[in-house]
Nanobody
Framework: QVQLVESGGGSVHSGGSLRLSCDAS????????LGWYRQAPGNERELVAD???????NYADDVKGRFTISGGIAQKKVFLQMDSLKPEDTDEYYC?????????WGQGTQVTVSP
């Protein structure tokens, strides 16, 4: 089992910044990707960014150049620095870990960006 605990969500105005953190604990050796998804009510959960155990990063097109993922499995932490936030970034953000036999999710943290 892997436990993921997010922190750092909140409310900002358009153009502002937030930094999300996720602490991973438990059987971290069993995962090979850490990342962030987001979901708005009524929508499917979508990938924001992730980082592999080899340090390769991947970003959704609409956050490239604005968001930066850092940390990793070795550190048991993953961060998402979100700059130049837009109202359309308003969502529930979930920390995510992909394991060799299953995936894990955090409880979510709300990000709200006002115009």
């Amino acid at each position: 089992q892997v436990q993921l605990v997010e922190s750092g969500g909140g409310s900002v105005h358009s153009g502002g910044s937030l930094r999300l953190s996720c602490d991973a604990s438990g059987s971290v050796f069993a995962i090979y990707v850490l990342g962030w998804y987001r979901q708005a009510p009524g929508n499917e959960r979508e990938l924001v960014a992730d980082i592999t155990n080899e340090g390769r990063t991947n970003y959704a097109d609409d956050v490239k150049g604005r968001f930066t993922i850092s940390g990793g499995i070795a550190q048991k932490k993953v961060f998402l620095q979100m700059d130049s936030l837009k109202p359309e970034d308003t969502d529930e953000y979930y920390c995510y870990a992909k394991g060799f036999d299953r995936s894990y999710w955090g409880q979510g943290t709300q990000v709200t960006v006002s115009p």
